[in-house]
């Protein structure tokens, strides 16, 4: 009788751990739906799915018994054709999270489908606010910038240093909208003004005019409010137009890795940016880069790097909460620090922002770097409190 008791006992235990851990359909599938072809894919592309892979691999393959897969698609930097992959992946094919989304209007247009589904999106590549602002959902998280953070570090340390008249070339779309106008409020706080702005198409072929405008502006700063592809076409323009022997600077209020391996010291040299995420910052970044390097060729941007943040993070917290369930691993993530080699004193908001420290730092000298991607030298680290700022009240959930 004892030994049937003891046995029943086991049989109930497994029964009840069983009906604890729960996974919709036997498997945990991640959709990374980036831009695998178009002017975001060297920062985003196959070093997202890559990223997201190693990640998957690290944490063993499995959670809660069961496996976890990675899909990718290429949502051509197009709204219509990425709500159409992300209503298929979350209808048809059972994807959990959809992570990564490069250019915010893709991204919000993901949003909005992962808000009808009820199912998760973490966006990695998208800087506008709007996403923990008015825009926030339960369902979505932002985990490696935004525009405010980026503002802070780059705009506040150039009219520090007497950079204080602005002329904004500003990507003509969410994004950039945003960053123009975060990084206007921060030069004006901070006692610069704005003269003046130009909008131009984003991915443009010919920015010749927008760039004939700024330097007839006779700021002292041409605030780049864009990302790659048109951040180093500026530049590079810049440099032909002799933007810079009039006296003039460039400031990248978003410049990535990639960008400036692309430029070349000698074009990128003395560029303030700042960054949420640097390959040689320490032991840490190195080894998980060194790993990354190996299988792309390049070093990670911080999209890419936090991509496997994101998704090791996401896998934890499903284990902790023993399902899948949307809301209940949401919760978990929330509650669960975030601290690894790419955040530091990281935390996840109710508004969904993934709050952690920045760097300030500067693109070296041709003749300062000692090795290969060897290109910034730190200059300060922000905490993540200062750069992010607090929960926008247009968010319904900064209040819980």
Not at 30 to 47: E, F, K, N, R, Y
Not at 112 to 125: C, D, G, W
Not at 373 to 399: N, R, V
Request: charged share 20%; glycine share 8%; net charge neutral.
């Amino acid at each position: 009788m004892q030994r049937i008791s003891f046995v029943a006992l086991c049989a109930l235990a497994l029964a009840s751990g069983a009906a604890q851990a729960q996974v919709s359909d036997d498997v945990v599938k991640i959709g990374v739906l980036t831009d695998l072809s178009g002017p975001a894919a060297t920062a985003t592309g196959p070093g997202s799915v890559a990223a997201a892979q190693m990640a998957v691999e690290d944490f063993g393959g499995k959670v809660l018994g069961k496996p976890i897969t990675v899909i990718s698609a290429d949502h051509q930097i197009k709204p219509d054709i990425a709500a159409g992959i992300a209503r298929q992946w979350y209808d048809r094919d059972q994807v959990d999270l959809i992570v990564d989304v490069p250019v915010s209007a893709v991204g919000l247009a993901v949003q909005t489908v992962a808000n009808e589904r009820k199912k998760l999106f973490i966006t990695h590549s998208t800087g506008t606010a709007d996403f923990h602002g008015k825009f926030c959902s339960p369902y979505t998280m932002q985990w490696v910038f935004d525009t405010h953070a980026l503002a802070v570090g780059t705009a506040q340390e150039v009219v520090k240093r007497g950079g204080n008249t602005w002329f904004f070339l500003t990507a003509d779309y969410a994004f950039g909208h945003s960053l123009e106008h975060d990084a206007s409020e921060v030069i004006v706080k901070n006692g610069g003004k704005v003269v003046g702005a130009v909008r131009h198409p984003f991915a443009t072929p010919d920015l010749s005019s927008f760039i004939l405008q700024a330097q007839a502006s006779k700021a002292k700063i041409i605030g780049l409010a864009s990302g790659p592809p048109d951040n180093i076409n500026a530049i590079k323009l810049g440099g032909e137009f002799g933007v810079f022997q009039g006296g003039q600077q460039m400031a990248g209020l978003l410049v990535l890795i990639t960008d400036v391996n692309a430029l070349g010291l000698k074009a990128a040299q003395g560029l303030v940016l700042t960054t949420s995420f640097y390959w040689d910052m320490d032991d840490k970044t190195r080894e998980w880069s060194k790993k990354f390097f190996a299988k792309i060729n390049r070093m990670p941007t911080m999209w890419q790097a936090g991509v496997y943040s994101s998704v090791i993070h996401y896998l934890k917290a499903i284990a902790a909460a023993g399902t899948d369930d949307p809301l209940k691993v949401a919760a978990k993530m929330r509650d669960m620090p975030v601290e690894d080699f790419f955040a530091r004193n990281g935390h996840l908001r109710p508004d969904g922002l993934m709050v952690h420290d920045l760097v300030l730092v500067q693109v070296k000298k041709p003749e300062d770097s000692k090795y290969p991607w060897d290109y910034y030298q730190i200059l300060a680290h922000i905490p993540g409190e200062q750069a992010f700022g607090p929960p926008d009240p247009a968010c319904s959930l900064a209040k819980q």
